[in-house]
């Protein structure tokens, strides 16, 4: 059995052993079209949307209207469990020595990680590289001249899932508004409701429904039942208010 670590190359592998005239490719065959994918997916795989999404739990200044999962109380659930998260690795690599060096590696990673999240001025740092990549997809955007294209082309590429996928994270933790919703960024603004109609944008993404249902089940993962109790209601009011 082969094991594939991470997204990206998944979808190399995917590219490779897959793409046929039954499923279309995601990186273009013609040279100057494939650079010009590449150098976008680089730039916005780069950023870390993990981090950029913990820290939008320590400063919420920067985020306008959350959606589900990350309302108020699930915020706080998940930023409990990950201020708890170097303590335990550096415990389990006491009770695992196989895994020693591995799991204080990840202890390491994981406090580099906090610090940038709870410092205000690295969190901006991060939120400025977001930007500068953004600006670089809208200048990408304006210059396409076929009214049909994709962030390069016609086809959906892999930049277009990775784009996707970011715009889609802004969106649920809150920072849209910030980065592309405003106006500032009007040919992004434009792709992603664009991109929002797709079939398998909806067949991707998580539904109001299926978010709730994740929240009730957030016991098996430890949550108390105050907890429990908060974060379904936040689920309700939610799904309520946007009912209205």
Known sequence: MK??????????????NFSNGEHPRLIPLDQALKQKVNHLREIIDRIPANTVTMGTFYHTE???KPKLPFIAPVRAFMRAGFEKTHE??????????????TLLNKAEEHLKTYKTVTDKEAFTRLLDTVDSTLEEVETQLKNNQDPESWLVSRDFTVADIGLTTLLYRLDVVGLSRRFFLS?????????????????SYQATF???FYHFKALLGFKVLGATTAALVAIAGGAIYYWKSRSR
Do not use: H, N, W
């Open 206 to 208: 998580p539904t109001l």
């Open 3 to 16: 094991v594939i670590p991470d997204s990206s190359r998944i979808i190399d592998y995917l590219e490779d």
């Open 183 to 199: 106006g500032s960024r009007p040919c992004i603004k434009s792709y992603f409701e664009r991109v929002s109609t797709r079939p």
């Open 88 to 101: 335990r690795l550096t415990k389990l690599a006491e009770t695992m020595p196989q895994y020693r060096d």
């Open 62 to 64: 920067f985020i306008s």
